[in-house]
């Protein structure tokens, strides 16, 4: 990624990021679970458009996590458990809420690290989704050591001083931001 390009994807961060910047400071403000204004904000951020039953789970799954300290793993396997839907994305949401050194699983980002979730057709498809989120972790961790994150979070300071967030979530902003479609 040349310079250009971070420059040109930094650009299009700021609507976003004042967005996850709030949801991040909100949800540990809040109780999600009954929180509306929350909720909307993080649904048209994340992109969550389930049904009212769905989200209710998802919430206090999530509320739920603010003291229980659930992995990705726990949450998918308790989201397919109460609501009969495997959400690889949507859990590896919830965990980077909880836990902002953690990655969000979505295509472009999955694509630009060469990784590919499970078709629902798969066996085995709960394992094969905590091993493409195990080895987005570890493939983030190694780009975070690689120069091109350091000029990424160098330049997203630079540009963003206000925003206090992660470096790992400056990086996955910035190659959100790169996608080709």
């Known amino acids: 990624m040349t310079e250009a390009e971070i420059d040109k994807a930094l650009l299009k961060v700021e609507k976003g990021l ?27 951020f994340y992109r969550v458009r389930r049904n009212a039953e769905w989200q209710a789970v998802y919430y206090r799954l999530m509320e739920d996590a603010k003291t ?38 979505d295509k472009f ?16 498809r709960e394992s094969k989704a905590v091993m493409v989120y195990d080895s987005l972790n570890n493939k983030y961790m190694a780009f975070m050591s690689a120069p091109t994150a350091s000029a990424i979070c ?26 080709t479609t």
Do not use: M
């Open 18 to 44: 004042y967005k996850y910047c709030w949801i991040q400071e909100q949800f540990h403000k809040n109780d999600v679970t009954s929180n509306r204004e929350f909720q909307k904000a993080f649904n048209g």
């Open 68 to 105: 229980n300290g659930f992995d990705f793993r726990q949450v998918l396997l308790e989201l397919r458990k109460k609501t009969g839907r495997l959400e690889a994305s949507f859990t590896s949401k919830l965990v980077a809420t909880v836990y902002p050194d953690r990655p969000v699983i």
């Open 109 to 124: 980002v999955l694509e630009y690290f060469g990784l590919s979730l499970p078709h629902q057709y798969e066996a085995n």
């Open 154 to 179: 160098a330049r997203f300071s630079e540009k963003y001083p206000w925003a206090n967030i992660t470096a790992l979530k400056k990086v996955d902003l910035v190659l959100w931001q790169t996608r």
